[in-house]
């Protein structure tokens, strides 16, 4: 591809659901009893205390995210801002950066980010990943394999390190550091005595953006005058997705097996690439332009991207996973009833949404159109 990439951004993230913190008294330690207490969460929510356990800073969204980030404030018109019936999740920030970045023999420098969303239904483990520099697609490939655990790491060694009790970083695996935000929820929020026996359902779901580029604008699939990406090219972005390297011929038979949905903006030359199984890759090309002026709101849309994926998922699942349990508790039934206005409101917004409109909404029509939510028959 004649392209040079000088930023990447990617957000990883899991999905647990739960039914049980609903169902008995005890799961929850003392002061945190209130996630499962539908008057207690949104009094939670309007008070907005930050509270200190060990590893966190447990708080609500902030006021500004929700007044002002593009899916926030949408998903809150949902249940005219019900905390309760939307489950807007609490975040668990760590007072301490647990994770780090090791990117010896790589061309560029990274940064990241961890922190945790907490609700009623379950949790979300998020990881935020910055890369500058000089980004080669084979490189940022393998980097993203090593992430998902399906390459070695890179020349350096591990991609990802984790910090111990002791103050020691560690090599550690995305499986591994995900395991090890679980333990700490388990110790510090939820009882140990009593379990919630959550469900991961999303153990790797990744939104990888390709948010600066310095080289020609054009389209995914070629046009019949033979303008656009080859087939070569459009090999190698879905092998930057997999994490793993797919020539054309592969490449062929594997959107067979692992259909890729394309979306892409009516006369633009922005797109996204979803395989439901692994995530999306963006690389909207008017904005990721060089010199375009447009970093922040890249960065926003790739982050709403990977909110409104998350939040779709965990309503989902929980939605699945409560069905017997709602027959037998009323709190249950009403919040799965919720729960199914959330998803239909969702699905209903994103329905008449234009192919021009350059939003989260856009991924949202995708998402929808994704065979294993249809069957939910909403």
């Known amino acids: 591809m004649n392209a040079n990439f000088s930023e990447v951004d990617i957000h990883v993230f899991d999905v647990h659901t739960t039914v049980r913190p609903l169902v008995v008294d005890d799961c929850f330690q003392t002061g945190f009893e209130f996630i499962a207490q ?11 205390p930050t ?13 500004k995210l929700r007044k ?18 939307l489950q807007l999740p609490f975040v668990c920030s760590f007072k301490r950066p647990p994770v780090a970045l090791h990117l010896e023999g790589a061309n ?11 609700s009623a ?41 984790l910090k111990t009790e002791d ?14 935000f679980r333990a700490l929820l388990l110790a510090e929020i939820y009882s140990p005595d009593s379990p919630p026996h959550a469900i991961r359902h999303e153990e790797r779901q990744f939104v990888i953006s390709l948010a600066e580029f310095d080289g020609p604008i054009t389209s995914f699939r070629q046009t019949p005058r033979g303008e656009g990406m080859t087939e070569a090219d459009r090999a190698m972005l879905y092998s930057v997705l997999r994490g793993r390297n797919f020539d054309v011929a592969g490449f062929r038979k594997e959107i067979i097996a692992q259909p890729v949905t394309v979306t892409a903006f009516a006369d633009r030359q ?15 090309q008017q904005g990721a332009k060089k010199q375009s002026g447009a970093r922040g709101p890249l960065r926003c849309f790739a982050s709403n991207v990977r909110s409104l994926s998350c939040m779709t998922w965990m309503l989902y699942y929980f939605y699945q996973d409560s069905q017997q349990a709602a027959t037998e508790n009323a709190t249950v039934a009403a919040l799965r009833a919720a729960v199914k206005a959330d998803l239909q409101q ?10 021009t409109t350059n939003t989260s909404l856009r991924y949202a029509k995708t998402l929808f159109g994704n065979d294993k939510i249809k069957r939910l028959k909403l």
């Open 38 to 48: 539908p008057d207690g969460y949104r009094q939670r929510y309007k008070d907005g």
């Open 51 to 63: 509270t200190l356990t060990p590893s966190f800073n447990f708080h609500p969204l902030s006021g």
């Open 68 to 85: 002002h980030n593009q899916f926030w404030k949408n998903y809150l018109l949902l249940q005219d801002s019900d905390y309760w019936e």
């Open 108 to 118: 560029f420098v990274g940064s990241v980010k961890a922190r945790i969303y907490l």
């Open 121 to 161: 239904l379950g949790w979300s483990s998020n990881l935020d990943i910055y890369l500058t520099g000089d980004i080669k697609l084979p490189q940022l490939r393998d980097f993203i394999g090593s992430l998902r655990g399906i390459q070695p790491a890179l020349p350096g060694g591990a991609s990802l390190l």
């Open 167 to 180: 103050g020691d970083w560690q090599p550690a695996s995305l499986s591994e550091i995900f395991a090890h």
């Open 270 to 284: 922005d797109f996204m690439l979803t395989n439901f199984d692994y995530g999306t890759l963006m690389f909207l």
């Open 346 to 355: 969702l699905r209903d917004r994103s329905s008449n949404i234009p192919t």
